[in-house]
């Protein structure tokens, strides 16, 4: 599947709680994303970090954090403050090369979240 | 405003017609232009992509052209055919050295058998 998982598949979260998103890539890329998809929508980033241990935040970055303590992973959480998280969320890992921006990005599968 | 606009939403096409994608973007300093296709229920997908040293780029009965003077980027489509049937985006890079990559909003493309 790419090398880049996503987990859990589905997920439910209740009123006030935090719940975290996994991503995992084996394909030594050095730059990960986290995208929210909502139904007929494109995607929306969320975060994007280009190497451990710094993020920058993208377009909808408010009710949600991230950490990048290691190059293979990039896991979001989505916090109480997020007032609206039913959506699919994307994460995606693409190559920074020396010189040129932009790469081909590789996405997991998704997670699908809903508030029960 | 948006930094990449993608039209139409929704096209439908017979076929063996041509299909036709347009993004504009904002950032003059945008230099890489993806497109992904992305089939109900999967994952996005890299079809194509082009960056700015380059005015049109060819793989197959995918096509991508680019305008940097007028910021806009289209995606051609031709002979299509049914399994062509997904919602399209185009991206681009927000700005100058950064990976910072915006999508358009998608476009469903249907082509009728």
């Known amino acids: 599947d790419g090398g880049i998982t996503q987990s859990p598949k589905y997920l439910f979260r209740k009123e006030g709680q935090n719940v975290t998103l996994s991503c995992e890539q084996n394909l030594n890329h050095d730059a990960m994303y986290w995208y929210r998809q909502d139904p007929g929508q494109g995607l929306r980033l969320i975060y994007y970090?280009?190497?451990?241990?710094?993020?920058q935040k993208g377009d909808i970055a408010e009710g949600y954090s991230v950490s990048r303590e290691k190059k293979e992973s990039f896991p979001l959480t989505v916090t109480s403050a997020q007032k609206n998280p039913t959506a699919f969320y994307l994460c995606?890992?693409?190559?920074?090369?020396?010189?040129?921006?932009?790469?081909?990005?590789?996405f997991g599968a998704g997670t699908r979240l809903s508030v029960l | 405003g948006e930094n990449v606009e993608q039209h139409p939403s929704t096209l439908s096409v017979q076929e063996g017609d041509s299909a036709v994608i347009k993004c504009t973007y904002s950032d003059s300093a945008s230099n890489y232009f993806p497109w992904y296709k992305q089939e109900l229920g999967k994952r996005p997908q890299l079809i194509i992509d082009?960056?700015?040293?380059?005015g049109e780029k060819k793989d197959q009965r995918i096509a991508v052209t680019l305008n940097k003077t007028a910021k806009h980027f289209s995606l051609h489509i031709t002979e299509t055919q049914p399994e062509d049937s997904a919602v399209y985006f185009c991206a681009a890079i927000l700005g100058y050295a950064t990976d910072d990559m915006r999508f358009g909003a998608g476009t469903r493309l249907t082509v009728k058998p």
């Open positions: 082009i960056r700015s040293n380059v």
């Open positions: 970090s280009q190497i451990v241990n710094d993020f």
């Open positions: 995606a890992s693409s190559l920074v090369r020396s010189g040129r921006w932009g790469d081909i990005q590789y």
